[in-house]
T-cell receptor
Framework: ELKVEQNPLFLSMQEGKNYTIYCNYS?????LYWYRQDPGKSLESLFV?????AVKQEGRLMASLDTKARLSTLHITAAVHDLSATYFC???????????FGKGTKLTVNP | SAVISQKPSRDICQRGTSLTIQCQVD?????MFWYRQQPGQSLTLIAT?????????ESGFVIDKFPISRPNLTFSTLTVSNMSPEDSSIYLC??????????FGPGTRLTVT
């Protein structure tokens, strides 16, 4: 059974700084998802990483996938306050489309 | 992408009653799922809504408590039966398309008193 672990669970950072959120998963998977959730809102799809070595970037966020290490990272460059949210990674259970989520990383960017 | 709507967006219900949540997608999709997000927690899959057959439930969730219907490829309902305060959560439907993208509805925020 797939297990997904994120760290850190809480991240407080200053505007302009860089940081990385890590997502480890327990069994082989060929894809990995990143979502953003604002308080009281639903999930917004950020990235779907579909192969080993995949790298995707959108604005100040860049996600990568290393299937051999069973690791995905979400890198934040020059953080701004608008990036404050909870970020979830998720992987498919047993090759299906059912997703198993990490516990989420609550990011707070302070001015 | 997919445009997903859920009704109701929120509700406050009394213990022992039932609530049916609707999920409507703007176009046909193969896979529909129901998730629960308890306060301050991550998402947990309740079941896969199968068109034309019974839903497939995950461990810890049963049909008597969470009956699901999926009469066609754009619509599904989830009922939360005989509610207790522990059922207070956000319930989200999600859909999947062939591109592996998975999209989430806006959620239904349920409070049980």
């Amino acid at each position: 059974e797939l297990k997904v672990e994120q760290n850190p669970l809480f991240l407080s950072m200053q505007e302009g700084k860089n940081y990385t959120i890590y997502c480890n998963y327990s069994t082989t998977s060929d894809r990995l998802y990143w979502y953003r959730q604002d308080p009281g809102k639903s999930l917004e799809s950020l990235f779907v990483l579909l192969s080993n070595g995949a790298v995707k970037q959108e604005g100040r966020l860049m996600a990568s996938l290393d299937t051999k290490a069973r690791l995905s990272t979400l890198h934040i460059t020059a953080a701004v306050h608008d990036l404050s949210a909870t970020y979830f990674c998720a992987g498919p259970q047993g090759g299906s489309e059912k997703l198993v989520f990490g516990k989420g990383t609550k990011l707070t960017v302070n001015p | 992408s997919a445009v997903i709507s859920q009704k109701p967006s929120r509700d406050i219900c009394q213990r022992g009653t039932s609530l049916t949540i609707q999920c409507q997608v703007d176009s046909q999709v193969t896979m529909m799922f129901w998730y629960r997000q308890q306060p301050g927690q991550s998402l947990t899959l309740i079941a896969t809504a199968n068109q034309g057959s019974e839903a497939t439930y995950e461990s810890g969730f049963v049909i008597d408590k969470f009956p699901i219907s999926r009469p066609n490829l754009t619509f599904s309902t989830l009922t939360v039966s005989n509610m207790s305060p522990e059922d207070s959560s956000i319930y989200l439907c999600s859909v999947s398309r062939d591109s592996y993208e998975q999209y989430f509805g806006p959620g239904t925020r349920l409070t049980v008193t």
